[in-house]
């Protein structure tokens, strides 16, 4: 399955941990510095990308992810002047509080509804379970969403959006090292089991003589498990990689393993995100040198149209 190839893609970093004025540009990678923005941007415990698509005179665009909070997700909508009821569609990458918390306060803000692109079991109750407690359960709430503008499709199978975004359906478990995180926990019929994440999904862009760029929210199957299902599924080059990795969980050896996994696929770029971990990615810097960037709240990397 292949969506239709674009001729230029744009991904702006809406939130992130990270926030840095004086990374430098490079390549595909601009970045953001002080005054630069409407107001100040801001950085937390969330992950949300604005996805922007050119074809042939024709524009599309998806918001991947909400962020964890209304506050700072609007915030940096308004800082890099991208106006709520511009946004043609969203697409939720799994059901944790830090990737759906910003979408009921984005409903409110806009005057239209918004198609929200769902796996249907995101709506279970999550929480994770550490030596420290429980933490959660997280619940993202059908009823109060859809009251607030968001009207839920849910998918479960691998999916093309309006032509350019190809949404991966339930991620294969292929790897020996990627393995279900102990931690996650997921509540079904009042019984609190392992969370395998089949919610969990990827989205894929096509850029025309480039490849695919697969985009991962948290990468709880596994960041090599998905860009191998994206891959087997449009059988195309990847050319970027990016999203949290979920790395600091693993091994140091897992992670190695990891790193080789997705060099398998010779990305262009590699972008971590989010949950990587500041070891582990100080650890894919050093085997990627270049072709890795550090994500960063405002920054645009752009494919296609010259770059």
């Known amino acids: ?42 950085a937390g415990h969330g992950y949300a990308l604005f996805v922007e698509v050119w074809e042939d005179g024709k524009y599309a665009n998806m918001l991947v992810d909400s962020s964890h909070s209304p506050v700072v997700l609007l915030n940096n909508l308004e800082a890099l ?42 709506f279970y109750p999550k929480l994770v379970v550490t030596p420290a ?23 479960r199978l691998p999916t093309v959006v309006n032509n350019y975004f190809l949404i991966s359906g339930e991620i294969e478990r292929t ?19 392992q969370d395998f994440f089949v919610d969990e999904q990827a989205l894929g862009v096509l850029v025309k003589d480039k490849g695919l760029v697969v985009i991962a929210g948290c990468s709880h199957p596994g960041i090599v498990n998905m860009v191998r299902h994206m891959h087997n599924l449009t059988g195309e080059k990847i050319l970027c990689v990016l ?38 990615t100080c650890r894919m810097n050093n085997r990627l040198g270049d072709r890795l960037a550090v994500s960063s709240v405002g920054s645009v990397i752009e494919f296609g149209g010259g770059n």
């Not at 359960?137 to 849910?154: C, M, Q, Y």
């Not at 990627?178 to 089991?193: D, I, L, M």
Request: charged residues 25%.
């Open 81 to 122: 002047d991208i106006d709520v009821d511009s946004i043609e569609g969203a697409f939720l990458t799994h059901g944790h509080f830090d990737h759906f918390g910003g979408f009921a306060g984005l409903a409110e803000r806009r005057g239209k509804p918004l198609s929200l692109y769902v796996h249907p079991d995101a």
């Open 133 to 155: 407690g429980k933490k959660g359960p997280w619940t993202f709430d059908r009823k109060v969403h859809e009251e607030k503008g968001i009207i839920f499709v849910e998918e």
């Open 243 to 280: 999203g949290g990795f979920h790395l600091s969980i693993l091994s140091a050896d897992d992670v190695e393993k990891t790193i080789n996994g997705i060099l398998e696929f010779d990305p262009e770029l590699v972008v971590p995100c989010h949950c990587t971990g500041f070891y582990p």
């Open 175 to 193: 790897t020996e090292f990627e393995k279900p995180w102990p931690a996650a926990k997921v509540v079904r019929n009042g019984k609190e089991t």
């Open 1 to 42: 399955m292949k969506p239709k190839a674009v001729d230029k893609m744009k991904i702006t970093i809406l939130v992130d941990n990270y926030y840095d004025v004086l990374l430098p540009s490079h390549g595909p990678v601009k970045r953001v510095g002080p005054g630069q923005t409407k107001k100040p941007l801001m």
